[in-house]
Each structure stands twice: as structure tokens, then as C-alpha cells.
């Protein structure tokens, strides 16, 4: 049956790599319709909405959507480019990316980091004599709606917040500190979000194999709630007896993995920690431009790359960023509604084309962006999606 996919191309560079993997994908047989939907900057200058509602609607109408990128920026910066009729009128910019997470609880993120053959950005490790690439193969579940993104802020918290607080024996280190002068972030997690998350992490390294799931916080000292994480997955691993609960600091983490990362299999964090070990692991495996994503809710699912608009890029034409991690993200769609051979399919064409070593974006090339990079031989955003459909 024909499927309809919201494509939200968003800002900068999503509005060139999202019709990118369009292309792969009616390339490769996949029978849909694609809705544009608004989301992103623009919408947030001309309506103080960047996320509008009709948006909203196509979604959960239609439950799939491919997502470029957005562009965010700061609170005041925000307010500046307004639309000069709708200033002071109480608008306030949030992230419609954080927004349709919540949204729709798309709680679940999954950031594949593997290395592909032949990938000139692959890690390299230095032995005593040579040198050897280890194969990354990693797979980061993110709990994407609570912990430190939750969005519960304040810079002057109100009476009531402050005074709830005073109630722990901690905030006499702050008693001297005037409101006005306090900004607070809280992490709040549950253990329903923390339950959901492990357990589909386990689920995840049972059916492709993985024997390692490493739980990824600071139990030492977010004691309560990187504790819950821990304590959570401590009871799910028994339900998994052939997969080994590991647990690591997140900042221990960061060191590990620039050390030994092809020991690890499924990872597991909270919002903000998950953000940072999926870049790290990108990094890895060729960079923002290689890393994909889902964030995938009981009902709605919503597809795309883990980086952002790349604003200084978006001007040129041609365009140089590469659409693999779009394109990528676009698989991880295929996969969650069963169209694997498919997906495997464009997997295996990007792997060729990688390995093949001909054609290459100027990331893959090590080489600063900007409008000369063809003259070192670099290929443009389009002649790499065609190298790719050739490879089909
Ligand atoms: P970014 O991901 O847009 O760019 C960082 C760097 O990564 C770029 O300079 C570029 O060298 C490289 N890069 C990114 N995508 C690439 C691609 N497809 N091919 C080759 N190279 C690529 O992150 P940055 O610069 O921190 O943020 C720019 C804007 O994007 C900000 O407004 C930020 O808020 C937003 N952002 C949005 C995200 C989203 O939509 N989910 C995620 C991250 C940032
Ligand atoms: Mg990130």
C-alpha cells in the first residue's frame, strides 16, 4: 500500500539533503507520497511559531515523517528577528525539533554509528609498528524526551520553585544568590521513560545480536537520576541472560571509546548524555556527515540526520554537504515499517560507493568547505545521491 511521508525539510541544509534521499528513495522502489510540511525558522519569523499546527496535524495523520534540519538560536537573538508585528506579544522561540519529541513522545532515539569499508574518516588507531582501523559498529538508544532537555528552566525561578527547593539541605550553598541572578535546568527522568528505553535497547541487541548493553551515566554523582537508569537496567538485563549489562561514566565513556569503541554494541542514556556519546561515536565513523537517526514514539515516527542546518553552507550552489546521513536516516525509516530489503538495499549502494573511493564529498576528502572545494576533486550533494542511485 502507497504511504504518505510527512518531509519536513526545515532549515539551511535540510532543505538540500532532505529531497536528496527522496531521490534515493524512488530510486529504490519505495512506493509513497510526500506531503511538505513547515517547520523551522522561517515559520518562527513570520507566525512566532516554528513549529506550526497544521504541521502537527499531517503528522499524526499520517504517523511518518522525514526530517531535515532546523536552526535554533539563542533566546534574545530569537526575539530580534521577529516578525515586527508579533513582538511583545509573548511569543517565546523553542526548538520544533525538541518540540515534536515531546509532541508526539517520540521518547525513543536510535543513533547507528558504523563505520562503513574504505571510509577515509574511519578511526584509526597507532599500534607500535603500524596502524589498525577498527570496525565501529555501535548503536546509541537516547532517551529523547526527559533528563536535562525536558525543557523545565528558569533564569529568576519563581517564589514558589525557589522556596520548593530550599527544602533540600544542598541549597544552603546557594542561599546567598539572589533570583535574578539563578538560572536552573532540571533533569527529571521516570522510571517508565527509563524502563522504555532499556528495554528497547536490550530488545534492539537481542534481535541483531549485539552480547553488550552499557549503560552510559554518572550514578556517583547524579545519584538519583542516572541511579534510577541503573538500578532500572540492573532488573530488565535478567530478562536478557546471553546480552552483558555494562556501566560506564559518561565521561569515562568519552575516553573509552576514542580508545578501544569496537568493544561496544548498544549504548543507553539519558537525553543529553545520549546527545553527546552519538557524536562522539559519529565522530568516529566519518562525522555529522554519516550520522543517522530515528525518534521513534508508540504512534508516530520521525526520521533524520543528527546534524543541523549548517547555515554557512546553505548558500552554495552548488551544494556541497553530503547526504549520506540523510539518506541513512531514510533506511532507518524503511526498517521501522518493515521495507528492510529495501533499506539493505541503499545500505549496500552507499557501502559500494564508499568503498569504490571515486566519488567523495569534501568531508570524506579531510578538506575545509567552501565554494573551491571541486577544483580538489571534491563531488557536489547531488553527484554523490546520483553515484548512489547507480549503485542501486
Ligand atoms: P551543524 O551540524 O549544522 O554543523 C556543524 C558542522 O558539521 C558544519 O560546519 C559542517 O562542517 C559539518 N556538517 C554538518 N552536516 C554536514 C553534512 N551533511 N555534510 C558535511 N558536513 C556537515 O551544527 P552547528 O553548526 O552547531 O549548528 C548549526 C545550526 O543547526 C544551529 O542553529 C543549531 O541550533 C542547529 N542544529 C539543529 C539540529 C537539528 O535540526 N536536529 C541539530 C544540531 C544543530
Ligand atoms: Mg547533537
Redesign the pocket.
Known amino acids: 500500500m502507497k504511504k504518505t511521508i510527512v518531509a519536513m525539510p526545515g532549515d539551511g541544509i535540510g532543505k538540500t539533503v532532505l529531497p536528496e534521499s527522496v531521490k534515493v528513495l524512488d530510486a529504490v522502489g519505495f512506493d509513497a507520497e510526500y506531503i511538505q510540511a513547515d517547520i523551522g525558522w522561517d515559520f518562527w519569523c513570520k507566525e512566532g511559531n516554528a513549529l506550526p499546527q497544521r504541521t502537527i496535524d499531517l503528522l499524526e495523520k499520517h504517523k511518518l515523517g522525514l526530517f531535515g534540519a532546523i536552526t535554533s538560536k539563542p533566546k534574545d537573538a530569537a526575539s530580534k528577528e521577529l516578525d515586527p508585528s508579533l513582538k511583545d506579544k509573548g511569543y517565546v522561540y523553542f526548538s520544533p525539533i525538541v518540540g515534536l519529541r515531546q509532541h508526539f513522545n517520540l521518547d525513543i532515539c536510535i543513533r547507528p554509528c558504523q563505520s562503513f569499508k574504505g571510509n577515509p574518516l574511519n578511526f584509526i588507531r597507532r599500534t607500535n609498528s603500524s596502524f589498525e582501523e577498527p570496525i565501529v559498529n555501535a548503536v546509541i538508544f537516547r532517551q529523547n524526551t526527559e533528563g536535562l532537555y525536558a525543557g523545565v528552566e528558569w533564569t529568576n525561578p519563581p517564589k514558589v520553585v525557589r522556596d520548593a527547593l530550599e527544602t533540600h539541605p544542598k541549597m544552603k550553598a546557594f542561599k546567598h544568590v539572589p533570583s535574578e541572578d539563578m538560572a536552573i535546568s532540571t533533569r527529571i527522568v521516570s522510571r517508565d521513560g527509563c524502563r522504555r528505553i532499556i528495554r528497547e535497547a536490550f530488545e534492539y541487541a537481542k534481535k541483531f545480536g549485539y552480547t553488550n548493553v552499557t549503560v552510559c551515566e554518572k550514578p556517583n554523582v547524579l545519584r538519583e537520576t542516572s541511579g534510577m537508569m541503573y538500578s532500572e537496567a540492573r532488573i530488565i538485563a535478567k530478562e536478557y541472560p546471553g546480552i552483558q549489562l555494562w556501566d560506564t561514566n559518561i565521561d569515562a565513556q568519552m575516553m573509552w571509546l576514542t580508545k578501544n569503541p569496537e568493544i561496544y554494541g548498544v549504548l543507553v542514556a539519558e537525553n543529553m548524555f545520549g546527545?553527546?556519546i552519538?557524536?562522539g561515536f559519529a565522530g568516529l565513523v566519518g562525522g555529522l556527515g554519516f550520522a543517522c537517526s530515528a525518534n521513534i514514539g508508540k504512534d508516530v515516527a520521525v526520521f533524520e540526520p543528527?546534524h543541523?542546518s549548517a547555515p554557512k553552507y546553505q548558500e552554495l550552489n552548488p551544494s556541497i554537504v553530503n547526504p549520506i546521513a540523510m539518506i541513512l536516516s531514510a533506511c532507518m525509516m524503511l526498517d521501522h515499517i518493515g521495507e528492510n530489503e529495501k533499506a539493505d538495499k541503499i545500505r549496500k549502494a552507499i557501502a559500494k560507493v564508499i568503498e569504490e573511493g571515486k566519488v567523495k564529498t569534501y568531508d570524506m576528502m579531510k578538506l575545509k568547505g567552501g565554494p573551491d572545494v571541486f577544483k580538489y576533486g571534491a563531488c557536489t550533494t547531488q553527484e554523490m545521491t546520483e553515484e548512489i542511485i547507480k549503485n542501486l
Open positions: 546527545d553527546i552519538s557524536d543528527t543541523g
